[in-house]
């Protein structure tokens, strides 16, 4: 019988799964040489490591061994945020940790990789090769006067070419970045004109849901827009000749070098990610090899009990956070896989065989992933041999209860499910999975390791039992080093610090529950993710707005009760224009093709006019609250809008859709 505030777990992990987490290890290490709590299980561990972070993070650095070429002087000399400075004198290389398992002769004919594409047959990478070729091209960047700092782009889909490429890079001490081929010109260079990459890795083209997408006109638009390129790779992904001028993949990382890794300081930059752009161009966010190195150790080594008997299966593309969190599984001698194609292809239970083809004993997905299969009526423990997966995680957006539900029903009753929840921002969680704790409906695990979250409400008061602001109180090694073309920090501030100064604000809405569980709402603000992949409204706006019937438009997305994700485009119509399907069609077309296929809106809607800020900034959260239901009164404060009368519409429309099920027609 299970008191009231603790509900009863849909699952708990066996006694001999908690001897045997690595996570056990950790504590018992570190209690004996760390004085870190020997009893009281993870929340007296998770305690301690908020309470002694330095203590804590120097316990991480040592248990996974981290190779400091030259040594650090203090572990954490200034711990204000934004500005902590972490392992202060030290150097080292994110690639020869992603590397060391190849050091062991014993391992250099494992595969490092598993490439999958849709015709869901993996393809090995071995230890060796991947050393072998990395050392090649990291010797051909540097001949190509590659320098420390300099950046480096990929316009690559989820292959071993781009963990290459990534790890080539960060040997060399250069700053990798990356988009997603199916990314539009205009979304791409929005992001990389803003690095100044001098070398691009690209393919000719793309295969998604059985058909091939010739990119060969958009790297040609990607090159003559980036004046700084010095190099270009072309990777024949479809077959092609590559273009006159370019290197080939195969000339690149044809040589045997042994790789040379360049010792850079703690907080040297790693990679450059992008955040969604909501007001403006997408941010971007720089991380430093160290912090990285160190944030993933602990998340992929304790938090996802991942080591050299694993396999680690994610679906994700290149263009998102998780693509470099999944590559980072190298850190901990793990087998990562990689699958390129469409998440439904041939059916909807194609990750499901993925996952079953490739032993994956970790496998990650979206929630609206596992919502899909469970409307498709989708048996994967019937229909596949799961017996190696451990764990499904998923991320994304938040697991409805109906979806954990489902994974114990249709996967397996003795299945881990970690549901995860942190950001771009900080390329890592900060809560979700725990080896040792029960799985509660709906819930996520706890809050990571050195994390301190928090839920504030709106005058800085920590609340527990209900939802408040997800804040984090100490800074994490991971967290931005700067923003690409910030000079004074000022965005950087604004983005994360306004609110709460000195406190991380990370503009989602969650709960605290009293049994130390975390709750997920969705988001704060107005940032557009759909299948995981985040997009600003600005992008779109940009977009849409080329047509010369559209005056100004608005976009919304909601995560919805039932773990779906409702997207409308309401449009401001310019004099004369007429919303028929024609018009809806070419809108529809352009944000397909200039930005991305997964935020093309459920419905395009036609408004008399788009409500404002005083100052003329588009109200997106009080629209999306009132499209959730709250009431006017709670969602909008009258004095910050410039046309009132253009509210009540949208207040309506959310008693429409409430009443009969549905949206207007799209």
Known sequence: MTSASTPEALWSPSPERIAQARITAFQTW????????????????????????????????????????TPYESVLAERTMPGARWFTGATLNYAEHALRAAEDPARADDAALLAVDETHEPVPVTWGELRRQVGALAAELRALGVRPGDRVSGYLPNIPEAVTALLATAAVGAVWTSCAPDFGARSVLDRFQQVEPVVLFTVDGYRYGGKEHDRRETVAELRAELPSLRAVVHIPLLGTEAPESALTWADVTSGDAEPVFEAVPFDHPLWVLYSSGTTGLPKAIVQSQGGILLEHLKQLGLHCDLGPEDRFFWYTSTGWMMWNFLVSGLLTGTTVVLYDGSPGYPDT????????????????????????????EVHPGRDFDLSAVKCVATTGSPLPPDGFRWLHDEVAEDLWIASVSGGTDVCSCFAGAVPTLPVHIGELQAPCLGTD?????????????????????????????????DPDGSRYRDSYFEMFPGVWRHGDWITLTDHGSVIIHGRSDSTLNRQGVRMGSADIYEAVERLPEIKESLVIGLEEPNGGYWMPLF????????????????????IREQLSPRHVPDEIIEVPGIPHT?????????????????PMAKAVNPGSVDNLELLPFYEELARTRTGAGTGTQG
């Open 571 to 590: 449009v401001h119509l310019a004099p004369g224009a007429t919303l028929d399907e024609g018009l809806r069609a070419r809108i529809k077309a352009t």
């Open 30 to 69: 570190a209690a004996e040489r760390f004085d870190a709590p020997a009893d009281g299980g993870y929340p007296a561990l998770h305690s301690w490591s908020v309470d002694e972070l330095d203590t804590f993070w120097q316990a991480v650095a040592e248990w996974f061994d981290v190779r400091f070429t």
């Open 349 to 376: 239970g194609a990750q499901w065989r993925i996952a079953e083809r490739t032993g994956a004993t970790l496998y990650g997905t979206s929630a609206a992933y596992v919502m899909a299969c469970r409307k498709a």
């Open 614 to 630: 005083l100052t003329g900034k588009r109200i997106e959260v009080p629209v999306k609250r009132l499209l959730q239901g709250t």
């Open 453 to 485: 979250l928090q839920a504030w409400d709106p005058s800085g008061k920590p609340v527990v039992g209900e939802v408040g602001e997800l804040v984090v109180t100490n800074p994490m090694p991971s967290m931005p080093i700067h923003f690409w073309n």
